[in-house]
């Protein structure tokens, strides 16, 4: 379909190993913003890009949290020495400039 | 941007109208209201958004009052796909915002055969 794709659905990592997550936004979109949603939690906004350009990433929990989008259209979010306490679903959301954000159904993420 | 308050969760007969209410008083004058639904292991959904005017599209509508302090998200109809955590978000539109979404708890909203 043409809504928001995660790659990919479910990640089983060990601790302190790396990880990527991909979202591929809707065609056209400007705007990504990356969220992690911890259980029984609303989600949490992680990082925002307008085109190729990272402007916002204030929620970013520490440097072992990094995301690129190198050419304005597929996003990276990738986690280093993952923890136990990154255990979540990652969601990611993109938008025509300031519009309603669509979600993807979320990346879930578990540390072991 | 400015937080909201919402009751943690509702209950609602199916085919009745449910009414979820929202606080938000420091709301300023160029923020939106916007409503999020998240149905279990699904990424949030977009249903409606108002300034100051009641809004109506074909999932809800929304009642802001006239101090857009408060706002209340009518499901006319509740179906059991309805059932859903519910989000009221206060969003800028300004050109100093970035448009993201500030999430709270929102409410759980069950609906009952």
């Known amino acids: 379909g043409a809504g928001v794709s995660q790659t990919p659905s479910n990640k089983v990592t060990e601790k302190g190993k790396y990880v990527e997550l991909r979202c591929d936004p809707i065609?056209?979109?400007?705007?990504l913003y990356w969220y992690r949603q911890s259980l029984g939690q609303g989600p949490e906004f992680l990082i925002y890009?307008?085109?190729?350009?990272?402007?916002?990433d204030s929620g970013l929990p520490n440097d072992r949290f990094f995301a690129v989008r190198p050419e304005g259209s597929v996003s990276t979010l990738k986690i280093q020495r993952t923890e136990r306490g990154d255990s979540a679903v990652y969601l990611c959301?993109?938008?025509?400039?300031?519009?309603?954000?669509?979600f993807g159904e979320g990346s879930r993420l578990t540390v072991l | 941007d400015a937080k909201t308050t919402q009751p943690p969760s509702m209950d609602c007969a199916e085919g009745r109208a449910a009414n979820l209410p929202c606080n938000h008083s420091?709301?300023?004058?160029?923020?939106?209201v916007y409503w999020y639904r998240q149905i279990h292991s699904q990424g949030p959904q977009y249903i409606i958004h108002?300034?100051?005017n009641n809004e109506t599209n074909e999932m809800a509508s929304l009642i802001i009052t006239e101090d857009r302090k408060s706002s209340t998200l009518i499901l006319p109809h509740a179906t059991l796909r309805d059932t859903a955590v519910y989000y009221c978000?206060?969003?800028?539109?300004?050109?100093?915002?970035?448009?993201?979404?500030?999430f709270g708890q929102g409410t759980t909203l069950q609906v009952k055969p």
């Open positions: 890009f307008q085109g190729t350009g990272a402007a916002d």
């Open positions: 065609s056209g979109h400007t705007a």
């Open positions: 108002g300034l100051k």
């Open positions: 959301a993109s938008s025509l400039s300031r519009g309603e954000l669509f």
């Open positions: 978000i206060v969003r800028g539109h300004g050109s100093g915002n970035t448009g993201k979404l500030i």
């Open positions: 420091t709301i300023s004058g160029n923020e939106y």
